[in-house]
């Protein structure tokens, strides 16, 4: 209900124009962009249908957080947690992929 | 994982005991049934009774620590992913009690970062109040 409400919002109104969507606290402070910015945006294309426009705004999102929630849903499903969150080289992974993308999303390097 | 039931060692994704055949599913519930009996004369046990901690006995507050990094984009986010990540290295290292401790440290900075994501968008949306109101005309006035 309150997805479909939501979902509904992000539809209609892009996020790139109007101002009562909840702003990224690091890049109002900082004006940089964090692993996280354009998750709204991109959700706004996803539901238009345009997925270029959508892994454009946030590529980490699709090539690292969807696989891996597809990956272990199943896992999560049965309430159970998946044998690799608790594996040492996967939380490591997760730590140089998030901070490595935070800093090279904000240089000149970054190709979108 | 230990059977519940008998005390059989079974792999960690397994549905039923090899031995007797309980189910060891219940995921949470799993890890907080009573420990076995304390080994005698091991050290400083603690609510665990010092015995072998199967993986998942302590978490790691991974997941919740990256969901802290991706949305509320506080560094802290991040502090809590380096100690989530030392939970499992000292998990893979028999630490237990250093996991532990690393475990506390994730979970209070993921916390601290949620607490301060979520003031950081009060005061934001405190201070663009009006550009709110004026977005939500805008809004109406687009339809």
């Known amino acids: 209900m309150i997805g479909a409400v939501g979902a509904w919002v992000l539809y209609t109104y892009a996020p790139t124009s109007y101002a ?63 044998a690799f969150i608790m594996k040492p080289w996967f939380a490591w992974m997760c730590f140089v992929v998030l901070t490595s993308y935070w800093i090279v999303r904000n240089t000149p390097l970054y190709p979108f | 994982m230990n059977c519940p039931n008998c005390g059989t060692n079974n792999l960690d994704n ?21 420990p076995p009996p304390p080994s005698y004369g ?8 010092g015995g072998p901690a199967a993986p998942g006995t302590v978490p790691n507050y991974l997941v919740q620590s990256i969901i802290v990094t991706l949305c509320c984009c506080l560094p802290l986010g991040v502090v809590a992913i380096i100690f989530s990540a030392q939970v499992n290295s000292k998990l ?35 201070m663009s109040g009006t550009a709110v109101l004026q977005g939500i005309r805008d809004a109406q006035a687009n339809r």
């Not at chain 2, 916390?111 to 009060?122: C, D, K, N, T």
């Open chain 2, 14 to 34: 397994a549905s039923v005991c090899v031995n007797c055949g309980r189910s060891l599913m219940g995921g949470a519930a799993q890890s907080y049934t009573p």
């Open chain 1, 20 to 82: 009562f969507y909840p702003r990224c606290p690091f890049n109002w402070l900082t004006g940089l962009e964090c692993p996280g910015c354009g998750t709204t945006r991109a959700l706004h294309q996803l539901l238009h249908g345009n997925v270029e426009a959508a892994f454009r705004l946030n590529p980490m999102l699709f090539l690292g957080l969807i696989p891996l929630a597809l990956f272990s849903a199943p896992s999560f499903l049965r309430g159970r947690t998946p």
């Open chain 2, 42 to 49: 091991t050290p400083g046990g603690g609510e665990y009774g």
């Open chain 2, 92 to 126: 893979a290292a028999g630490d237990i009690a250093g996991a532990r401790d690393a475990s506390q440290k994730a979970k209070m900075f993921a916390w601290i970062g949620f607490g301060l994501g979520i003031v950081a968008m009060i005061i934001w949306f405190a």
